[in-house]
């Protein structure tokens, strides 16, 4: 079916590494841009990074500017999170989102995106 299927949550200490994965499939395959956002018990949900299908381009929220770094194989339509130097704060659900087409939202707008993953949990201890 179409969709989005993250990887590569997982539970980790302080400092710590880990990469995700986000396989789109079918229509979710983005046309123009593939992000992650993450959601935390008591906070809305946040953007963290985003990418430019195309042009390769990525932005990334100042908490994670540094830190994490976004990529994509657009061959295989997989987008993903290489985040590095984790702390308790990056805890959190991390969902992909495609967005399709330049539709004029804000990149880090929950509505520009068609298309949603599950979402997979990132722990991090100290």
């Known amino acids: 079916q179409d969709g989005l299927i993250e990887n590569g949550g997982g539970s980790v200490q302080a400092g710590q590494s880990l990469r995700l994965s986000c396989q789109a499939s079918?229509?979710?395959?983005?046309?123009?841009?593939m992000s992650w956002f993450r959601r935390t018990p008591g906070k809305k949900r946040e953007a963290v990074a985003t990418?430019?299908?195309?042009?390769?381009?990525?932005f990334y929220a100042p908490s994670v500017k540094g830190r994490f770094t976004i990529s994509q194989d657009k061959s295989k339509a997989i987008v993903y999170l290489q985040m590095d130097n984790l702390n308790p704060g990056d805890t959190a659900m991390y969902f992909c989102?495609?967005?399709?087409?330049?539709?004029?939202?804000?990149?880090?707008?929950?509505?520009?995106?068609?298309?949603w993953g599950l979402g997979t949990q990132v722990t991090v201890t100290a």
């Open positions: 989102a495609a967005e399709l087409y330049a539709n004029g939202d804000p990149w880090y707008a929950e509505k520009a995106y068609a298309y």
């Open positions: 079918g229509g979710s395959s983005p046309n123009f841009a």
């Open positions: 990418i430019r299908i195309v042009t390769g381009n990525s």
